[in-house]
């Protein structure tokens, strides 16, 4: 598994869960320098456990020792990053197709690679050619692998997957990639077999899918505020058609994290690149980004027009609960642009803080706990949903605060509740 991070790590501890033999390369020293002390770099539930149970059993082990990795491997994954490539918005392959190169070189028997990494359609194609230049000796395979983790339920998502994704080209790298996942036949997970292409396609449409989702919900919200109906009936009242499905109808500040922004801006490259622009997404990409930068603003009116010289208590920073991840989190415009207006910042995130710290402005306070945030506040605002939050008890929070503004961008909390509680309260598309 060439990349230890959040993909690698998750995908490496759990083929090793599965009875693999996994080696896992990261060139981050210090990230690997932790690995092999025991420590797990991120924040993901259950994964500690599962990563010290595999390296006991032998089953798993770190490294930065590409050639000890890759000999004698049946399947040597790619799970390097590939952000938006500063500029343009394509995905930037430097990391994928240097650790190809890294690994043709050192290769001493055929073998098949694949890639875990997202993808744009096409790059396994240019991996065959990279490897075909280095390696002509080599009969290696290249396959796609995408993988549909989601962050804070890694663990579950792999081990009981909705299906299994598999471009293949041959029959060599097809009985290679069965064998590995076929553990999860035994639990009846769908593996579906396509062509490089069509996986590589798979990955950014359903993720294009899923943010159109919550890009549609979202914009509902806005029209649910002008028109004195309820977000939540409505996303009820069509989630449960069959044909739409409840998930992923949850208003809110606009989606963040590591893949969905990304991948929707690569999406419309791509297809811009192949004469097939998809006007769907781009509106996807720009209604997105028009809202998370909208939210302060709707903190600042909620606040009276000026949040000059007040406290304004954020509960909440990472892009989503149960994950340290603060990768376009939607907090970083809101906090970023109450900072620039004045406001004092008191904020509190159960794991986000320490991923937080480097990309949120230096005067932010952190606090230990959401009350601890609340204290002498003028405004609250909510940003994730982490569970802890729901349970507070609103009269204790309005004990805390100095004002009586909660603006509510998860939609946590019971508006009447609120209101009884002496707030001025405000949230997504309800009444
Ligand atoms: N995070 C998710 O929830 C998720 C879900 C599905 C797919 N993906 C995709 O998986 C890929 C990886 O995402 P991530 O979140 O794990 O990224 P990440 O940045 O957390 O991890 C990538 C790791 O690879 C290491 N690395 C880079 N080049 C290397 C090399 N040549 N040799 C060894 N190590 C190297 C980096 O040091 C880093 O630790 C991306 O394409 C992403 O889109 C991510």
């Given at each position: 598994m060439i990349g230890g991070g959040y993909v690698g790590l998750v995908s490496?501890?759990?083929?090793?869960?599965?009875?693999?033999?996994?080696?896992?390369?990261?060139?981050?020293?210090?990230?690997?320098?932790?690995?092999?002390?025991?420590?797990?770099?991120?924040?993901?539930?259950?994964?500690?456990?599962?990563?010290?149970?595999?390296?006991?059993?032998?089953?798993?082990?770190?490294?930065?020792?590409?050639?000890?990795?890759?000999?004698?491997?049946?399947?040597?994954?790619?799970?390097?990053?590939?952000?938006?490539?500063?500029?343009?918005?394509?995905?930037?392959?430097?990391?994928?197709?240097?650790?190809?190169?890294?690994?043709?070189?050192?290769?001493?028997?055929?073998?098949?690679?694949?890639?875990?990494?997202?993808?744009?359609?096409?790059?396994?194609?240019?991996?065959?050619?990279?490897?075909?230049?280095?390696?002509?000796?080599?009969?290696v395979d290249v396959a796609s692998n995408p993988e549909f983790l989601r962050e804070g339920s890694a663990i579950g998502d792999f081990m009981r997957p909705d299906r299994v994704v598999i471009g293949v080209e041959s029959e060599r790298a097809r009985e290679v990639l069965r064998q590995l996942y076929r553990p999860l036949y035994l639990i009846e997970?769908?593996?579906?077999?396509?062509?490089?292409?069509?996986?590589?396609?798979?990955?950014y449409a359903a993720n294009s899918f899923l943010a159109m989702k919550v890009t549609f919900?979202?914009?509902?919200?806005d029209i649910c505020e002008?028109?004195?109906?309820?977000?939540?009936?409505?996303?009820?009242g069509i989630?449960?058609?069959?044909?739409?499905?409840?998930?992923?109808?949850?208003?809110?500040?606009?989606?963040?994290?590591?893949?969905?922004?990304?991948?929707?801006?690569?999406?419309?490259?791509?297809?811009?690149?192949?004469?097939?622009?998809?006007?769907?997404?781009?509106a996807v990409v720009a209604v997105n980004d028009a809202r998370k930068a909208s939210m302060a603003a709707r903190v600042i009116a909620a606040a009276g027009g000026n949040v000059r010289g007040k406290t304004v208590a954020?509960?909440?920073?990472?892009?989503?609960?149960?994950?340290?991840?603060?990768r376009d989190a939607p907090s970083i415009p809101v906090v970023g642009r109450l900072v620039e207006d004045g406001a004092v910042v008191r904020a509190y995130d159960p794991e986000g803080e320490g991923q937080a710290r480097p990309v949120l402005p230096d005067s932010v306070i952190y606090c230990r706990d959401a009350l601890d945030a609340a204290q002498g506040a003028d405004v609250l605002v909510v940003i994730t949903e982490w569970n802890e939050f729901r349970a507070i008890d609103p009269a204790r929070l309005r004990e805390a605060m100095a004002g009586d503004v909660v603006v509510d961008l998860r939609n946590l909390y019971e508006p009447a509740a609120m209101r009884a509680a002496g707030f001025r309260y405000s949230s997504i598309g309800r009444p």
């Open positions: 490496g501890a759990c083929f090793a869960e599965l009875g693999h033999d996994v080696a896992v390369v990261e060139a981050d020293a210090a990230k690997l320098a932790s690995l092999r002390a025991g420590q797990i770099p991120i924040f993901e539930p259950g994964l500690d456990t599962l990563v010290a149970s595999n390296v006991r059993a032998g089953r798993l082990r770190f490294g930065d020792d590409i050639a000890g990795a890759v000999a004698g491997a049946e399947a040597v994954f790619i799970a390097v990053g590939t952000p938006t490539r500063r500029g343009d918005g394509h995905a930037d392959l430097s990391f994928v197709f240097a650790a190809v190169e890294q690994v043709a070189r050192v290769l001493t028997a055929p073998t098949v690679i694949v890639t875990k990494s997202t993808v744009p359609v096409g790059t396994g194609r240019r991996i065959r050619e990279i490897l075909t230049s280095v390696r002509p000796d080599l009969d997970a769908p593996i579906l077999f396509t062509s490089l292409e069509t996986a590589e396609l798979i990955k919900i979202n914009e509902m919200a002008r028109t004195g109906a309820d977000v939540h009936d409505v996303a009820r989630g449960l058609d069959g044909r739409i499905g409840k998930k992923f109808l949850h208003p809110g500040p606009g989606f963040g994290g590591s893949c969905f922004p990304k991948d929707t801006l690569a999406m419309v490259r791509i297809a811009q690149d192949h004469g097939a622009p998809s006007r769907l997404i781009e954020v509960l909440g920073l990472t892009f989503k609960p149960e994950t340290d991840d603060m």
